[in-house]
């Protein structure tokens, strides 16, 4: 697998709505983040979007693997390359959000050294128009995590 940096309109539509359901954050933050594709025989399969958020903080926004090569160890690759990139670039610090009933995904992120800091009590509520369901389950708070670099 390579993963490589690429531009934001290189990036598959239905793998960033995969992880976030709004078009205008998503449109937003890959015009002004540092966009990546993961790839397996010259094919994306997978992507990221690293974005500066403070000072020496950096924050993957958007994360997604094709549904038929998750669990393949693509997801934690990229959130490694994430962090060696940010480091590399002189954060400190990296962080990662994921709704309160993203079980998968919050598992995976600790995973990869990632721990939980604080809950963004009714992100998804505020921000997004339509409610989300997630696994049968409501998705109202945004988990947030984080490591030091």
């Known amino acids: 697998m390579e993963i490589r940096r690429v531009s934001g ?47 020496f903080t950096a924050e993957v926004v958007n994360i997604a693997v094709e549904p038929a090569v998750q669990r393949q160890g693509i997801g934690g690759a990229m959130l490694r390359h994430a962090a060696e990139t940010a480091r590399a670039s002189g954060f400190r610090k990296l962080e990662i959000g994921t709704g309160n009933s993203g079980f998968g995904q919050m598992a995976l992120y600790i995973r990869c050294g990632f721990r939980m800091e604080w809950i963004d009590r009714g992100f998804f509520s505020l921000h997004y128009p339509e409610p989300i369901l997630e696994a049968g389950l409501p998705c109202t708070d945004m988990v947030r995590m984080g490591m030091l670099l």
Do not use: K, N
């Open 9 to 55: 309109s290189e990036l598959p539509q239905r793998l960033l709505l995969a992880a976030d359901e709004s078009r205008e954050a998503v449109a937003d933050y890959v015009d002004r983040g540092w966009c990546y594709g993961a790839f397996l025989a010259g094919r994306m399969v997978g992507e990221y979007v690293l974005l500066h958020t403070r000072p």
